[in-house]
Structure formats: C-alpha cells, structure tokens
C-alpha cells in the first residue's frame, strides 16, 4: 500500500512540476522587453544568446500574438519598428492589417517597409 501510495505521489509531482525549457525563457523575455518598448535591452538579449529576430519571428507568440502585433498593442514603437526592419518584407506584408488595428505608425512603417 506504502509503494503505491508513493509511487502515484511521485507521478504527480512529476506531472505538476514541469521544467522550464531555455526556450520558453528565451521568448518569455522577449516578450517582456517588446513589452516595456526596451529596444536596447532586446537588441543586447538577442546578441548574447546568439539569436536573430528574422529566424525568430515565426516561433514566438507573446499573448497569442506574433511579435510585429504584440508590439503594436503594447504601443511599444522603437520595439515595433526595430523589428519591422528585421523582419523579412513579406511577412510584415501579412501582418499589416492586423498592426493597424493598434498602431497607425508602425502601420505606415510596415507600409514603407514593404515598398
């Protein structure tokens, strides 16, 4: 009875306490620093772990939402147009829509962009 006991409480620790990959730290501040418009923090983060937006982009969603829209709903510009840039132009001609919901300026910069 002990052994089974121990086992199944075991199992459920195990199930409940799940690690924390790199990579969800990684993107976790990502995420917050798009959030608090820290463009300098980003840039330094990015080149210490060795990591480029543009390879990026596709994999992270911060609230759902892909970095570009996630920037404009957070009002964070500098963050937003520094990743516009990076970004390559066809997939910033996807999202334009959808930063214009949030953002006029970093639409009219994802428009230039795509030019």
Do not use: W
């Not at 790199?22 to 501040?29: G, M, Q």
């Not at 543009?54 to 829209?69: H, K, M, P, T, Y």
């Not at 996630?70 to 001609?93: C, D, M, R, Y």
């Amino acid at each position: 009875m002990k052994k089974t006991l121990l086992l199944a409480s075991l199992i459920a620790a195990s199930v409940t306490f799940a690690p924390v990959t790199k990579a969800d730290n990684i993107s976790l501040r990502i995420c917050e620093y798009v959030a608090a418009n820290d463009k300098n923090r980003l840039r330094s983060f990015m080149k210490q772990n060795k990591l480029k937006i543009r390879a990026l982009f596709g994999s992270i969603e911060c609230n759902g939402q892909n970095l570009l829209v996630f920037a404009a709903s957070n009002s964070a510009l500098e963050t937003g147009e520094f990743i516009i840039g990076k970004v390559p132009s066809k997939e910033v001609a996807k999202h334009i829509t959808d930063i214009g919901k949030y953002s006029k300026h970093l639409e009219e910069e994802a428009k230039e962009r795509v030019k």
